[in-house]
């Protein structure tokens, strides 16, 4: 079990919006519906990474991940999303 470890599991959001982010990002960050699974596949093949959500609209892209270790989490999330987009 994963969860077995010292560290307890964190819930984290991880996204962006009309309101931080331009049209050019969000459209690379973008993530149609019918790629979500392979999204959520590719997130939780990360070590550190256990469960995945994706939303993402014309106006928003969001990530809820649950994670073994926050820093970690955020690290691989934006890893994933910067090979995703091709964003560096």
């Known amino acids: 079990n994963r ?3 010292s560290n307890k599991p ?3 959001s991880i996204g962006l919006s009309i309101h931080n982010a331009p049209v050019e ?9 019918a790629e979500w699974p392979r999204a959520i596949e590719e ?3 990360y070590p550190h990474i256990e469960e995945a959500a994706v ?3 014309c106006n928003r892209m ?11 989490g955020v690290r691989e999330v934006e890893d994933w999303m910067s090979k ?5």
């Open 25 to 33: 990002v969000r459209e690379k960050l973008a993530v149609p519906e």
């Open 10 to 12: 964190v819930l984290m």
């Open 62 to 72: 969001e990530l809820y991940v649950v994670g073994l270790s926050w820093h970690r």
């Open 84 to 88: 995703s987009s091709g964003i560096p």
């Open 55 to 57: 939303l993402s609209t």
């Open 3 to 5: 969860y077995a470890g």
């Open 43 to 45: 997130l939780t093949a």
